[in-house]
């Protein structure tokens, strides 16, 4: 009942708002896999589902009935994106007008921080870091984040310091840091203003994705990946299948040792080097992947 009642209600606003701003040539993008409990794509001239995460596969989520729904949308749109080859290969089984397209990022934006790092610029709560940084940005959550590795590497490395900023447990409640709260090498200074993002990065000496393997992060492809090489950073990256196209541009783990290993053995000259910001503008920025999309229109 309350689907149905919220299906009426957003559909009526939706309509009577469309109708005022005299919007013609509606298009239909939605990320949302139960897009069909508010909205109908029939009702507009085209439609685009765009998936870019199995949520089916979050913590607390209704798995089945996500799938289900994502199934007659995936049917019923246009035209479906997908941005990890696992995603593509679940969408394209219902619709064959399907496109696989892995993130990309605000390029401009974290070029900032090769700017700021030649500058010698500092945030204030990491100036007295005096070793190299290994920076994490994004979501800290149990089912995403491998933090047994984290906490080895940690244990293993006591010249570096390990700055992790984003929310605790966003998406995941369940989520505990017992293991790496008692690593004194390991900080954890919260969210920061999208805005700040470069000035950290600018002091990050490598960045690093230490990602579970699960039935989530199989299906994802991090947006931290191009944000770190728009900065400028040298990447650490547990082996995700959707970064498996891009090896030349980052230090695959498996293992703590792993990660051990590339940290004791780091020199800036001789890590794998990120491309350059045009290379990056000409293929992995939100304009040029717009314009692909809206190509595919």
Request: net charge neutral.
């Amino acid at each position: 009942m309350a689907r149905a009642l919220n299906y009426i209600i957003f559909q009526s606003f939706l309509f009577v708002w469309r109708s005022f701003l005299g919007w013609r040539n509606h298009c239909l993008w939605t990320y949302l896999p139960t897009t069909l409990d508010y909205l109908s794509p029939s009702s507009f001239e085209r439609s685009v589902y765009h998936c870019v995460d199995d949520i089916s596969a979050q913590p607390c989520m209704s798995s089945a009935y996500i799938q289900k729904r994502e199934i007659s949308l995936c049917r019923r749109v246009d035209r479906v994106f997908t941005t990890a080859p696992s995603l593509y290969a679940a969408c394209v089984r219902w619709n064959k007008h399907c496109k696989d397209y892995g993130n990309v990022a605000d390029v401009n934006h974290f070029a900032r921080a090769r700017l700021l790092r030649d500058q010698g610029s500092v945030p204030s709560d990491l100036a007295d870091i005096t070793g190299p940084i290994l920076m994490f940005i994004g979501a800290i959550s149990g089912y995403k984040l491998d933090f047994e590795l984290i906490s080895q590497t940690a244990e293993a490395c006591l010249t570096w310091t390990f700055v992790m900023i984003g929310r605790i447990g966003e998406g995941d409640p369940e989520t505990y840091l017992d293991a790496i709260k008692e690593r004194s090498n390991i900080r954890l200074i919260g969210p920061r203003c999208y805005h700040e993002l470069p000035g950290y990065l600018a002091s990050a000496d490598m960045a690093w994705l230490p990602c579970k393997i699960n039935r989530y992060t199989t299906s994802m492809f991090p947006m931290k990946f191009f944000e770190y090489l728009s900065a400028g950073c040298s990447v650490i990256s547990t082996p995700l299948p959707a970064l498996q196209s891009y090896q030349q541009w980052y230090h695959q783990i498996s293992t703590s040792q792993d990660c051990v290993n590339i940290l004791n053995q780091w020199d800036r000259s001789k890590a794998k080097l990120p491309p350059t910001v045009e290379e990056l503008n000409a293929n992995h920025s939100y304009d040029q992947r717009t314009n692909q999309m809206l190509e595919q229109l």
